[in-house]
């Protein structure tokens, strides 16, 4: 029987394929990718093997959707289910696959049809890659503050800007082909003065540098020093680019709790098998109840992220309301939830799981940061406080 807190067979059939995909096919791309620098083969596999294709169904979104959301241009439940079954993997084929999906989804939800009939096509087939593009020096948690300028262009047609100033800790940045920047027009304060634009990589005024961080992609600073753009390359509205921002993350904060999830269930399964065969005072592991106390409460918590993930997507899929609550607690729970799991896992494994290139240190890596990107877990407890007086 399925009950609305399960997968359906097809679901579970499809994580199982993904799974299989992931360490088969793509594994091998991603260990041959070199550290910092956007894996190009991997993100045309990911095109290849059509799974861009079913994270943007479509390749544009349906009539209209410039005026307002595509609730089934993206899946949220796809999008999350591809994110855990990449994940439990190989993680870099998950963010090289989520990274498209974060650059390009404005796109699809506020972009015109000369911009989606542009650029879709392109990331869908894992061609151009994609980046968003919202965090500035000042401005990280506080993304209304920030600062990058749109000036009327005294030189272009009457209906122009150009950006500058700085972007970073910008994921793919400097090395993707398109970027959805966020700018202040106007003088609108905070959020009300902001403006979404699609803006190419190879832009004239663009450059950027790379950044050392603790993660195998790409992240990196970008400067705009007098970046032309033009209407044609506003997404949505002028003034409207905050929101365009807010719903694209209230769709990927909840898929940030599926990547969790995934590196949750790798660590959860290598501290089962690993307790299982290990011996020590004269029995295995598992035998000692320190320990299977400890692999129960991992499996607990994970099991309990999972199901907030899943609901989050599933009401996310259903247009239900308080979203933006739904995602934050779906990211907030399973992102701290997967830090304990990952970090128990080490602990039962011992010395082992720090050695370089062992699963537990890989993932040890890759499970900070969520906790940080797509909004700090303090900025999702302030979202989901906030709900609860509206
Ligand atoms: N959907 C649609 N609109 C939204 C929205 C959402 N989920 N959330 C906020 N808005 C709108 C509000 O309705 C408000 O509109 P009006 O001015 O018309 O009333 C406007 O946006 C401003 O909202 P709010 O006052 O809540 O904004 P704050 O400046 O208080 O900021 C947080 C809110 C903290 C939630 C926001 O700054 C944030 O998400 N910060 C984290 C940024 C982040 O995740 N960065 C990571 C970059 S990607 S790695």
Known sequence: ?????????????????????????????????????????????????????????????????SEGPAPDAVRAMDLCLLRESLARECTEAETA??????????VVQSGSARQRARWMPEVVAGRAVAAFALSEPAAGSDAAALELRAEPDPGGAGDGWRLTGEKTWISNAPEADVYTVFARTGQAPGSRGVTAFLVPGDSAGLSGRGLDMLSPHPIGTLTFDGVPVGAGDVLGVPGGGFRVAMRTLDLFRPSVGAFAVGMARAALAAAV???????????PLKDLQAVSHQLAEMATRTEAAALLVYAAAAAYDAGEP??????????????????????AAVQ???ARALRRGHLLEHLYREVRAPRIYEGASEVQRTIIAKELYR
Do not use: C
């Open 1 to 65: 029987m399925v009950t609305p807190f399960a997968l359906d067979p097809q679901q579970r059939a499809w994580s199982e394929e993904l799974r299989a995909l992931a360490a088969e096919r793509l594994r091998p791309l991603a260990a041959a990718g070199e550290p910092g620098r956007v894996n190009r083969p991997l993100v045309a596999a990911l095109g290849e093997l059509g799974l861009l294709a079913r994270l943007f169904p479509a390749g544009r979104a349906p009539a209209g959707a």
């Open 97 to 106: 696959l989520a990274l498209q999906g974060l650059g390009a989804y404005p």
């Open 273 to 283: 098998a690993h307790t299982g065969e290990r011996r020590a005072f004269g029995g």
């Open 322 to 343: 308080g979203i933006a609550a739904r995602s934050a607690m779906a990211k907030l729970f399973a992102t701290e939830t997967a830090q304990y799991v990952v970090d």
């Open 348 to 350: 039962l494994h011992g």
